[in-house]
């Protein structure tokens, strides 16, 4: 077993003695509130980190998963696993449609129409009353209907039940980045022209990322609903994509472990910076700019790369010493036709 599954392995066991640790059912609530964004934090990844397209969107279609879930259970009795379903497959068709007119574009002009998108889907969810009740919101939606003897009607029982989508989506994810389609995903983010060239279809490619990574945000925008058991626009509001953004900077852009890390570590920072009241702002602004600036690459970008440079350190006096007692290769003479120059 190499060092990395026993790594995942440990932060597995962790998570399962966490409610044995916790001091009352808040911290439940706090972690797993923190599980559902490093869900959509980790989808987030998929087309930023590792495709390379930066997507201001995604809280919005983590608003579209929620309120599939919170339409469907409150004005049509749609049992809850059903909508559950729906919301991760809705999100999807709809990221079809916005991926497939959004990734025309590159760059900049990429990322300004997704924000442009996400406020439509704010306004949208604001101002059709009919459909999602304006800003009263969506109440009464119903939690998640208990599976054979397994009820989730504590915040014991609902953090499990987080905590296993949360390790189900990252296990997905791994195999996903680890794939052939992963490879293309980084090769597109490295360079469209090399990626193109190398014969990757990139508008297909790019697309299947998208899709992928807003399957992830509806999956966890119908967790969300069933957990809070309360909808309103301030979901699809646009910072929190810049909150997911900041929990992949800190963590580690384009890492597995870095958007997971980074979406526990902040919400825990912030609460532990709530006796500061409206000031906890202008503490932890500071401390995240510098963070930015000296550690650039986030906590597992920094430690993936100080591990690397230490073991081409490590190899460098054993090449040396390969280099020093190679044989010498005879080298022929060259014949100058027998004249001397004077």
Same mark, same amino acid.
């Given at each position: 077993?190499?060092?990395?599954?026993?790594?995942?392995?440990?932060?597995? *066991?962790?998570?399962?003695?966490?409610?044995?640790?916790?001091?009352?059912?808040?911290?439940?609530?706090?972690?797993?509130?923190?599980?559902?964004?490093?869900?959509?934090?980790?989808?987030?990844?998929?087309?930023?980190?590792?495709?390379?397209?930066?997507?201001?969107?995604?809280?919005?279609?983590?608003?579209?998963?929620?309120?599939?879930?919170?339409?469907?259970? *409150?004005?049509?009795?749609?049992?809850?696993?059903?909508?559950?379903?729906?919301?991760?497959? &809705?999100?999807?068709?709809?990221?079809?449609?916005?991926?497939?007119?959004?990734?025309?574009?590159?760059?900049?002009?990429?990322?300004?129409?997704?924000?442009?998108?996400?406020?439509?889907?704010?306004?949208?969810?604001?101002?059709?009353?009919?459909?999602?009740?304006?800003?009263?919101?969506?109440?009464?939606?119903?939690?998640?209907?208990?599976?054979?003897?397994?009820?989730?009607?504590?915040?014991?029982?609902? +953090?499990?039940? &987080?905590?296993?989508?949360?390790?189900?989506?990252?296990? *997905?994810?791994?195999?996903?980045?680890?794939?052939?389609?992963?490879?293309?995903?980084?090769?597109?983010?490295?360079?469209?022209?090399?990626?193109?060239?190398?014969?990757?279809?990139?508008?297909?490619?790019?697309?299947?990322?998208?899709?992928?990574?807003?399957?992830?945000?509806?999956?966890?925008?119908?967790? +969300?609903?069933?957990?809070?058991?309360?909808?309103?626009?301030?979901?699809?509001?646009?910072?929190?994509?810049?909150?997911?953004?900041?929990?992949?900077?800190? %963590?580690?852009?384009?890492?597995?472990?870095?958007?997971?890390?980074?979406?526990?570590?902040?919400?825990?920072?912030?609460?532990?910076?709530?006796?500061?009241?409206?000031?906890?702002?202008?503490?932890?602004?500071?401390?995240?700019?510098?963070?930015?600036?000296?550690?650039?690459? %986030?906590?597992?970008?920094?430690?993936?790369?100080?591990?690397?440079?230490?073991?081409?350190?490590?190899?460098?006096?054993?090449?040396?010493?390969?280099?020093?007692?190679?044989?010498?290769?005879?080298?022929?003479?060259?014949?100058?036709?027998?004249?001397?120059?004077?």
């Amino acid at each position: 077993m190499n060092r990395a599954t026993l790594g995942w392995l440990a932060l597995f *066991v962790a998570g399962l003695a966490f409610p044995l640790m916790a001091g009352n059912d808040y911290h439940l609530t706090v972690m797993s509130t923190a599980y559902i964004y490093a869900i959509a934090t980790i989808g987030l990844n998929l087309i930023t980190g590792y495709t390379g397209q930066f997507n201001l969107a995604h809280a919005g279609f983590m608003a579209v998963g929620a309120y599939t879930v919170g339409i469907l259970t *409150v004005d049509h009795q749609v049992p809850f696993w059903l909508a559950f379903a729906l919301s991760g497959f &809705v999100t999807a068709a709809l990221g079809a449609a916005v991926g497939a007119v959004s990734l025309r574009l590159k760059g900049h002009y990429f990322s300004i129409f997704t924000l442009c998108v996400g406020y439509i889907m704010f306004l949208v969810i604001e101002k059709w009353e009919s459909l999602t009740h304006g800003t009263v919101g969506i109440i009464g939606i119903p939690g998640p209907s208990p599976i054979g003897p397994l009820v989730f009607d504590t915040p014991r029982a609902l +953090y499990y039940l &987080v905590f296993f989508f949360l390790v189900l989506g990252i296990f *997905v994810m791994r195999r996903i980045v680890n794939s052939l389609m992963g490879r293309s995903f980084m090769a597109i983010r490295n360079s469209d022209a090399l990626a193109e060239a190398l014969g990757i279809r990139l508008m297909r490619t790019k697309l299947l990322a998208f899709v992928l990574s807003v399957f992830y945000a509806g999956l966890a925008g119908g967790l +969300y609903a069933g957990f809070v058991r309360f909808l309103g626009p301030g979901v699809a509001a646009v910072e929190h994509t810049f909150d997911m953004t900041m929990y992949m900077l800190v %963590g580690g852009l384009g890492t597995l472990l870095g958007p997971l890390l980074g979406s526990i570590s902040v919400p825990w920072i912030t609460q532990y910076l709530q006796f500061l009241q409206e000031y906890r702002f202008l503490v932890f602004g500071p401390i995240l700019v510098l963070l930015v600036i000296f550690v650039p690459h %986030g906590i597992v970008g920094s430690w993936l790369g100080w591990r690397a440079r230490r073991a081409s350190q490590a190899a460098e006096p054993a090449a040396a010493a390969q280099r020093t007692t190679a044989p010498l290769k005879a080298v022929p003479s060259v014949s100058t036709g027998g004249q001397r120059h004077a």
